[in-house]
């Protein structure tokens, strides 16, 4: 069966650091690209980062840009990612994401709380 299970949120102050993971099973994961997407209460669901199938390439959005690094372990069926700096408005579900050329999956969300 096809699973995305994402892990690592958590409470943390401003300025303070947490490393997202999100571990893929059942389904060719070396052949989809990745990304982390994050939803506020009430509001849409925007990208944060995302990552080709070889890894070689990466995007993020301006709002976390020299803050977050996304990184994927294809042998390990895992994708990574590193906040840093983090800021009140990086509150939200944090979602994984994999699409291939046909199917498109997602995780369940792990939360992220940024408050003093």
């Known amino acids: 069966q096809v699973q995305l299970v994402e892990s690592g949120g958590g409470l943390v102050q401003p300025g303070g650091s947490l490393r997202l993971s999100c571990a893929a099973f059942g389904f060719t994961f070396s052949m989809y690209t990745l990304s982390w997407y994050r939803q506020a209460p009430g509001k849409e669901r925007e990208l944060v980062a995302t990552?080709?199938?070889?890894?070689?390439?990466?995007n993020y959005a301006d709002t976390v840009k020299g803050r977050v690094t996304i990184t994927r372990d294809n042998a390990k069926y895992t994708m990574l990612q590193q906040m840093n700096s983090l800021i009140p408005e990086d509150t939200a579900v944090y979602y994984c994401?994999?699409?291939?050329?046909?199917?498109?999956?997602w995780g369940q969300g792990t939360q992220v709380t940024v408050s003093s």
């Open positions: 994401k994999a699409a291939g050329c046909v199917r498109v999956y």
């Open positions: 990552i080709t199938s070889t890894g070689g390439t990466t």
